[in-house]
Every structure is written in C-alpha cells, then in structure tokens.
C-alpha cells in the first residue's frame, strides 16, 4: 500500500513535501528548546521532562516558603531532639532562636546543648524565655539572666508573650494593662542586663487582645502561619515573621519552627553589629 501511495506523487511534489517537513521539524525542536529555558510546563511535555513533575506532584505538598526569604532561621526547644548544627548551618540557616527558660524556675534541658552548638557551627543565636502568668515579671527575669549567658555574639534576648492554653499549673489571662505593664518590667531588667533591646514574639490572638499600638519602640517576632503578618497584624512592623511550624531541616528529627529576617542578608549582618535596621511592612 505504501508503495502504491508514493509511486502517484510527482518527484517535485515529494521533494518540497519532504523539505517542509523537515523545516517544520527543525523550528519544532528549536521552539522547544526556548520553552524548555523559560520553564514553561507545555515545553516540558514536549521535551519529554515533565516525568520528573509527575512524580512530584504525587507527593504531600509542603508548605510554601515566603518569597525574597534570602535570611532564613529557626527556633527550637528539647522537643527538637538533638540537633546536628553543622547539617543545619549548612542547609543556609543564618539564625537560631533557642528555649532558655520559662516561668520563674523552668531551665529547658537542651537550651546550653543548643546554645553551644549553634556558635559552633556558626549560626547565629539568640535565647527566648517563655513568660508565665503567675510568677512575678521580676522573678522571671532574675530566673532569665540566671541561665543565659551574656554574650556580645549573640542575638537580642526575646521575651515569648501568648496565651498558654496548654498550662495545667496556671489559667491566669491578666487584662491588657496588667500584661503590658508586667512585659515593661521584664524587658526594662532584661535590657538592662545584656544591653540590648529585647524582641517581643507573639501571636495573632495575643496581640489583638493586649499588644495593638504597644510597645512601638521594640521589635517584634510574629507568628503568622495562615497569612502575611501585614494581613492579620494591623500596622504592626515586623523584624522577624515565623511563618510555619512544620517546617524541615537537614539536621533536625521532624517538624521545626521557620522564620525568617525583614531585610537582606548584608541588613541583617549590619543588625547584629548594633547598626540601627529600619523595618519596613513586607506587603510581598
């Protein structure tokens, strides 16, 4: 049959049919190649690299990191586990927050562990302490400067403020004077101690009911999991934004806090010297 269909075309006919198909298959591959470099997914089926794409999306979606996070950081407790820092300095995690204490009597049993090799392996750190609302303000900092060493390296003291529904020792929820009365306090003999200003971190829920308007002259470390700070934390300015709790690093058993920095990485070397970072309201 094939031979019957090629013997009634002309030899003319069959000399241009042959050309343009091979023009056609010449600006085909071309075409391709430059959707290939584009990344357009189209170009990757006719490539014949889309299998790699297939694969993936079969899998459980992660959680998306935010875009521009060219400063990426961590905090972490006991409940980390030990952490291989070396894995995790090397993984490009620039910074670590580090569970200290909490209450007026609570040490977390990693936090020298954690403290040590974080310097080691070069990550920058900084130690929190997780308030509780039936110690005195100044017992808990007593307790704070107690347990974590003055260092020039590390980074400003954070002060964790939230609702502790989990607490079986105390349900105490002071109203917004007393709870903004009580942080002044902390912060003012922390500050004092290392010479630093310390960072407040706090919550969605926190933050509307006791901290909106408060506290202007302090940075602030939001957890905003659900969406961008700006979107939940009316006008509040952010220095550093957690923005999910299952977050994954090499080095790390399971799930780990991620954060990340408001500026550029030479911003945030130029922070840690002290030099001032004016932050501005990522609406990115």
């Given amino acids: 049959m094939m031979k019957t269909a090629v013997k009634i075309l002309s030899p003319k006919f069959l000399t241009v049919g042959i050309a343009a198909g091979f023009l056609a298959l010449v600006s085909i591959g071309a075409g391709a190649n430059e959707l290939t470099k584009s990344g357009d997914p189209i170009a990757k089926l006719i490539t014949g690299s889309l299998s790699k794409k297939a694969t993936a999306t079969s899998k459980k979606t992660k959680t998306k990191r935010p875009r521009g996070s060219l400063v990426e950081g961590i905090d972490v407790s006991k409940f980390q586990g030990n952490i291989n820092w070396k894995k995790v300095n090397a993984a490009g995690i620039k910074f670590a927050f580090i569970k200290a204490t ?58 964790d403020m939230e609702w502790n529904h989990l607490s079986k020792t105390c349900k105490k929820r002071p109203k917004a004077a007393r709870v903004r009365k009580d942080m002044a306090t902390f912060i003012r003999l922390v500050e004092r101690h290392y010479g630093k200003k310390p960072i407040i971190y706090t919550s969605t829920d926190f933050h509307k009911e006791n901290l909106e308007s408060a506290f202007k002259g302090y940075p ?60 501005k309201l990522v609406r990115k």
């Fill in 102 to 159: 909490e209450g007026g009597d609570h040490k977390d049993s990693k936090f020298l562990k954690n403290w040590r090799g974080a310097a080691k392996a070069g990550v920058a750190r900084g130690a929190y302490h997780f308030y509780y609302f039936c110690t005195r303000p100044e017992v808990q900092a007593k307790w704070f400067i107690r347990n974590v060493p003055k260092s020039k390296s590390a980074l400003p003291p954070v002060l």
């Fill in 220 to 279: 602030f470390w939001l957890r905003s999991v659900a969406a961008k700070p700006h979107k939940i934390f009316r006008g509040r300015k952010w220095l550093f934004w957690q923005w999910t709790g299952t977050g994954r690093v090499k080095g790390i058993r399971g799930n780990v806090d991620r954060n990340k920095f408001s500026g550029t990485l030479s911003e945030f070397k130029s922070w840690r010297k002290g030099k001032t970072h004016h932050v």
